[in-house]
Structures are given as C-alpha cells and as structure tokens.
C-alpha cells in the first residue's frame, strides 16, 4: 500500500470529523459532512482490504512454498514460520525465540557449523544483505539457505531448501572419482610392479642361461653348450667349417709346483688368449681341465692355421708374473675339418682330437693337421 494513498484516507476522516462538528450550525456544512463521510468511509474501507488482503497474501505466499520459509526482525527474532519450517525446526509446536537459537543445536559438529553460525550473526547486523550458504543438520539433512530483507527492510525472510539428495550425489560422484583415482593410481603401481617383477625374471632367466651355459672359471662355452652350437650349424656352413683341439702343456707340473690357484689363472689366461683370436669368427668352448675346442664355420684351412699359430706363438710369449719367478707355458693344436655329410660336431672332434695327440706325441708345443694316415 503507498503512503499516498495513507495520506489522502487520513486527510478525508479529518475533513470527516470537523463536518460533523459543524454540521448542526449550518445545512451547508451537513451536505458537506455527509458526502465527505461516505467519500472517508469509502477509503477507511479500501484501508481495511490492503490490509486484511496483504495478511492473507503474506500467509499465503508463506505457507504455499514447498521450502521451509521463516520470517524474522532482522535483529534475528522469529515472527513466524510457514508448514514447512514448524515440521522441520518445531515439530513439538514450540519454536526457537530467535533466529541463532534455532539453528544453533541442529548444526553438525564441525568447522563449517561454526561459519554456518557466525554467518546467521553477521547477517543480523547488516539489514539491506542478502546472503546465502550450504548448511549440514546433525540428522543429515543438507540444505542450502538463503535470506534477504522484506517489508522495506523491517523484516528478513529466511529460505531452506533440501539439497540432501543433490549433495549425496555429489558425494557419490566424488567418492566415485576418488577410487577411479586410487584404482588407476593401484593399476599403474600393480603395472610398475609386473614391469619390475618381468625385468628381474628375464634377469633371473639370463643369468640362468648363463649359469647353465657358460664355463665359470674363463667365461667361454661350456661343453654341452659349445657342442650344442657346433652341431646347429646348417648343411651349408659345415661344408667349410674347422675344428682346433687345444691343450695346455704339462699343466700338471703347474698345478703341482705352484698350487691349483696359479693353476686358475694360466687356465684364464689361456681363455683369454683363444677369445682374442677367435673374435667373431667362430666360437670357443672349455671341454674340461686344461682341454678346449674352436669351432670357426665357413672358412679356410689356411684361416684354421692362421688361428691356431696366432694361439701357439701368444701362448708362448705370454709370462705370468709371480714373487718368486715368472712362469712361462705352451700349448698344443690340432686341427680337422667337418664332413658334410656329418649332422654332428663328435666325428670331427674326434679327428681334431687325433691331430692333438700327434702333436703332443711329436714333442708339445707344435700344432698338427689331421690327415688320413693319422
């Protein structure tokens, strides 16, 4: 209702009542007193419906909502509550006197009920705000709140709206991304860890090969793998292909003199010298002892002898110094070629064998061709 409207009521009930005091002393007057109490009366009457017709538009518009709706002065003091908000805050019928009081036991634990609280306080002292928060009720309840001043800033209404369901979901939403999170993050250490684990296997398994096929004491061929690659040779490569026996001389005599460990290292030294000028060319391997055998494929007999002289005057050039004296050794070779026909390492082996025994047989130290007559 404007004030315009106030002041023009008031002025005719005032032109009112001086008509009626002068009526009786003038007919004028009467006339006068009468038409201006039905044009008073008339207004009085439209005062009475604004203001009846804004008390039931207030309770209406109160009651109607579906959220919670409180009314209160805006130093906090509750005027009424619609449906919603005496179930939700006063059940029993009876009401919090203030604003802060009515919340205050129906906050949960924790720093956001403290804002929550100091919130409800500071909008009681600032009448034109608006303001609004997420609010979480001991019994679970989320709701989101938001006031704003009313009646020309002489009231504030307070608006609760349950969002209890919308904030599970999305808690569930972020719940859900957490173990998204944690089960990629899980994932990638479970693949970390299968890397890790496949590498130490492969490791492990390499080792093992090299365990299982490697002479521990000079890191050539063991037996049964240097026989193993001599006999995967194709048809094509055994047709050219050499075999040297090879053998320390009177490496007794070293064992014996100088003890098992010096032993150790001549038998090293040797390996090392037989790498050395196979290369790539072919492969070694120690049979046992102080006994090994060089298989080069695809090659010549003058390439074979070349090899073996190359052994044969290393050997004896090389010194092993020692305190008391620096001890020289020699060596002995023979040498045979693969048959093609043969599909395995042994027949030659056999012959290269025969070469060696010739050679040791002709005084060490020399280096023999395997040839029919042996």
């Avoid at 092993?320 to 002995?332: D, P, Y």
């Amino acid at each position: 209702m404007s004030k315009s409207f106030l002041l023009v009521s008031a002025l005719a009930f005032v032109v009112t009542a001086f008509t009626v005091l002068f009526a009786s002393a003038n007919p004028v007057f009467l006339g006068f007193g009468i038409i201006t109490a039905i044009i008073g009366g008339v207004f009085a009457g439209r005062i009475w419906q604004s203001v009846v017709s804004s008390q039931k538009t207030d309770i209406i518009t109160i009651d109607d909502m579906e959220n919670a709706v409180i009314i209160s002065t805006q130093d906090g003091t509750i005027l009424d509550l619609n449906v919603v908000a005496r179930q939700k805050f006063a059940p029993n019928g009876i009401a919090a006197p203030t604003i802060a009081e009515l919340f205050t036991p129906l906050y949960k634990e924790g720093e956001p009920s403290q804002r929550a609280q100091e919130t409800v306080e500071a909008v009681n002292g600032v009448p034109d705000i608006s303001y609004s928060d997420i609010i979480h009720l001991i019994d679970g309840t989320v709701m989101k709140r938001f006031t704003h001043p009313i009646r020309d800033g002489q009231a504030r209404i307070w608006k609760l709206h349950d969002i209890t369901h919308q904030d599970e979901a999305s808690q569930d939403q972020l719940l859900g991304n957490a173990l998204l999170e944690k089960y990629a993050a899980e994932t990638a250490e479970m693949a970390e860890q299968l890397y890790l684990t496949k590498n130490e296997l492969e490791q492990q398994r390499d080792k093992l090969n090299l365990l299982a096929n490697t002479d521990m004491l000079t890191g050539l061929n063991n037996r049964r793998r240097y026989l193993e690659l001599s006999s995967n040779l194709d048809a094509e490569a055994r047709k050219n292909t050499w075999i040297l026996m090879l053998d320390l001389d009177h490496f007794k005599r070293v064992n014996d003199t100088y003890g098992h460990a010096m032993g150790d290292t001549v038998i090293r030294t040797f390996a090392e010298i037989i790498t050395n000028a196979v290369g790539t060319n072919g492969f070694a391997g120690r049979l046992g002892g102080e006994e090994f055998a060089i298989t080069i494929p695809d090659t010549t007999m003058e390439n074979a002898q070349d090899v073996a002289s190359f052994i044969h005057l290393e050997t004896q050039r090389h010194l092993i110094e020692t305190k008391v004296e620096n001890i020289q050794f020699t060596c002995s070779i023979g040498i045979a070629r693969m048959i093609s026909p043969e599909e395995t390492i042994e027949p030659a082996l056999e012959r290269a064998d025969k070469a060696l025994y010739a050679a040791k047989e002709a005084g060490r130290n020399q280096i023999k061709i395997f040839t029919s007559e042996e």
